[in-house]
C-alpha cells in the first residue's frame, strides 16, 4: 500500500496563477483533510472531508478550494496565488472523523513568487 | 479546544530513555491525548494516545497524571532515527468531532550519537 499520495512535490509559482495539490489514498478511508505549515510552524487544518460528497471549512480556508472527486480523491485548488500560501502543504486521511488516527502525505512544498 | 504546552525543544544521547513532557491543565474529561512526531522533511506520523491510564505500544510508552492535566511521552532507547518534532495534541472522541488536529509549536527532540 502506497498510503497517502501527493502530487507534486514541489512547485513555484507567480503571484495570481492557479493551482491544484492532489492526493490519494489507498486504504479506503472516508475522511480526509488539507493541512497547511508554514516554517518553525504547527500545522493548520484548511479544508476536511468527512465522508465522500461532503466537504467542510477549517481554520485558514480563505483563497483555497477543495473537491472530493471520489472516495480515494482530495483535491486543494488555490486560485490566484498569492505569496501568503507559500508553505508546505499536508493531505491526511482516516478511517471515519473524530478520535482516529491520521495518516499524513509527504507534503507538497509550494513557493509563490 | 484545550491547549498545550510543551518544551521547544530538549535532547537526549543515543540508547537513552527521553521523557517529553506535555501540559494540557484545560483538557475536558472526554478529550483523549494523541501524540504524533514529523521527522524532518516528512508528513506527521501518529505516536501513541490514551484516555486516564498508561498506554504501551511498540514506539512508545505514554503516562497520563492522574488529574490528566499533564503526560509524558516516553521513548525508552532514544536512536537517531527518533529525532524529529513530537506534538501531543488533545482530541475530543466521538461524533461531534470533525478530527480536526490542533498541531502546537511541539518538541523538537534531537538526539546524540
Known amino acids: 500500500n502506497a498510503g497517502v499520495t501527493q502530487t507534486p512535490k514541489f512547485q513555484v509559482l507567480k503571484t495570481g496563477q492557479s493551482m491544484t495539490l492532489q492526493c490519494a489514498q489507498d486504504m479506503n478511508h472516508n475522511s480526509m483533510y488539507w493541512y497547511r505549515q508554514d516554517p518553525g510552524m504547527g500545522l493548520r487544518l484548511i479544508y476536511y472531508s468527512a465522508s465522500e460528497g461532503t466537504t467542510d471549512k477549517g481554520e485558514v480556508p480563505n483563497g483555497y478550494n477543495v473537491s472530493r472527486l471520489n472516495k480515494r480523491e482530495f483535491s486543494l485548488r488555490l486560485e490566484s496565488a498569492a505569496p501568503s500560501q507559500t508553505s508546505v502543504y499536508f493531505c491526511?486521511?482516516?478511517?471515519?472523523?473524530?478520535?482516529?488516527?491520521?495518516?499524513f502525505g509527504p507534503g507538497t512544498r509550494l513557493l509563490v513568487l | 479546544d484545550a491547549k498545550t504546552t510543551q518544551p521547544n525543544s530538549m535532547e537526549s544521547n543515543e540508547e537513552e530513555p527521553v521523557h517529553l513532557p506535555c501540559n494540557h491543565s484545560t483538557i475536558s474529561g472526554t478529550d483523549y491525548i494523541h501524540w504524533y512526531r514529523q521527522l524532518p522533511s516528512q508528513g506527521p506520523e501518529y505516536v501513541i494516545h490514551?484516555?486516564?491510564s498508561n498506554v504501551n505500544n511498540r514506539m512508545a510508552s505514554l503516562a497520563i497524571a492522574e488529574d490528566r492535566k499533564s503526560s509524558t511521552l516516553i521513548l525508552h532507547r532514544a536512536t537517531l532515527r527518533d529525532a524529529a518534532v513530537y506534538y501531543c495534541?488533545?482530541?475530543?472522541?466521538?461524533?461531534?468531532?470533525?478530527?480536526?488536529?490542533?498541531f502546537g509549536q511541539g518538541t523538537t527532540l534531537q538526539v546524540k550519537p
Open positions: 491526511a486521511s482516516s478511517e471515519w472523523g473524530g478520535s482516529e488516527t491520521q495518516y
Open positions: 495534541i488533545p482530541q475530543r472522541h466521538g461524533s461531534s468531532n470533525t478530527g480536526k488536529l490542533i
Open positions: 490514551g484516555l486516564t
